[in-house]
């Protein structure tokens, strides 16, 4: 199986060092800035699982390369439709796309460019940062992959990648519903990021301070209520759920988000916060809680940096 990872990032690198680590045939597929480095200096994982340095890490060659059974993309939601213009040209007609990246509307945004059957729905638990281009920084030790056809069933590609993630050492589990699976991180990470985000802090202090852990409360029974309003097969006791994971989370964690905000970096904050806000004005639920953080970190969505 050959396989296209979109982005040389936190997530596209630390996946695709570990696969090629394992033995899978990677190509990666990057920006001109990130090409340079990569030539130079080839690409590197830090990690608590084990180290990693692909010295010279396959580069896309557009003019030669051929189909590729697997493309992952791996940039942040905003480079998505790009992401998917380098799976439209060189994605196989019977392989499939996946977008690592959080959100709940990725999924959609491929099929309609690719094609239903041509796109598998995945979810990435990681904490991983790019420290600089060329160098993932992966924190603590879950680095795991939730991954399924929409709709369910088996393909070939789907079956390769679970075979090659287990000789990497990628925790990685196909999923029967794919959809609810990507849903039960969302209901987590939007409330998640728009707490730590709007209240610059890691989740620890924030535990402890009850009024923002009321706050997390009504962003978490909000992205429950809107994914249910969309029809989604999550359990009962689902914001439970998620505010007692959240409770076992390491006190110094923050979202990505918040790195983001911190770094002056654009945000993730439509298709995460602000996704909830939208979605549920769309639907007719009410988000007082989920607006409220979008519109306060609206002036940086676009970065400051
Ligand atoms: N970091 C984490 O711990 C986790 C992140 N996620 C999600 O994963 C997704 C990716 O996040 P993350 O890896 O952190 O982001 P990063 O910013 O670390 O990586 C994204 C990479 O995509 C590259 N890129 C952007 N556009 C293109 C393009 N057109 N062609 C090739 N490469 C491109 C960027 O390249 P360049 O350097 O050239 O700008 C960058 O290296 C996000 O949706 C995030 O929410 C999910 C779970 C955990
Ligand atoms: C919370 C975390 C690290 C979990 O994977 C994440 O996805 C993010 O912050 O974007």
């Not at 977008?99 to 509307?105: C, F, H, I, R, W």
């Not at 196909?174 to 987590?188: G, P, T, Y």
């Not at 923050?254 to 790195?259: D, E, T, Y």
Request: net charge negative; hydrophobic share 45%; proline share 5%.
């Amino acid at each position: 199986m050959r396989i296209l990872v979109v982005g040389a990032g936190a997530v596209g690198g630390y996946f695709g060092a570990r696969l090629v680590a394992g033995g899978a045939d990677v190509t990666f597929s990057v920006r001109s800035g990130t090409e340079a480095v990569l030539r130079e200096s080839g690409l590197r994982v830090l990690s608590p699982l084990g180290d990693l340095h692909l010295q010279e890490p396959r580069l896309l060659d557009s003019e030669s390369d051929a189909p590729f059974d697997l493309v992952l993309i791996c940039t942040k939601l905003r480079d998505l439709e790009a992401g998917i213009d380098i799976a439209e040209a060189h994605l196989a007609d019977d392989g499939l796309a996946a977008a690592l990246q959080n959100g709940v509307e990725s999924e959609e945004r491929l099929k309609s460019r690719l094609g239903a059957k041509r796109v598998l729905g995945a979810v990435a638990y990681i904490a991983a940062a790019l420290e600089r281009p060329g160098v993932v920084r992966h924190t603590g030790e879950m680095a795991r992959l939730v991954i399924g056809l929409p709709g369910g069933g088996s393909h070939p590609v789907l079956d390769a990648l679970v075979a090659a993630c287990k000789r990497a050492g990628i925790d990685a589990e196909a999923a029967a519903d794919i959809e609810a699976a990507i849903w039960r991180k969302f209901v987590f990470l939007a409330p998640f990021a728009g707490l730590t985000a709007s209240w610059r802090r890691a989740i620890g202090p924030l535990r402890e301070n009850p009024n923002a852990w009321a706050f997390y409360g009504n962003l978490v029974h909000e992205a429950v209520a809107v994914a249910r309003a969309c029809k989604v097969n999550l359990p009962e006791d689902a914001a439970d759920q998620v505010l007692t994971f959240t409770r076992g989370l390491p006190e110094g964690m923050k979202a990505s988000m918040l790195h983001d905000l911190e770094a002056g970096r654009p945000l993730e904050l439509h298709w995460l916060t602000g996704a909830v806000a939208r979605l549920g004005a769309e639907l007719g639920v009410e988000t007082p809680a989920s607006s409220s953080v979008t519109a306060e970190l609206q002036p940086y969505a676009d970065g400051t940096a």
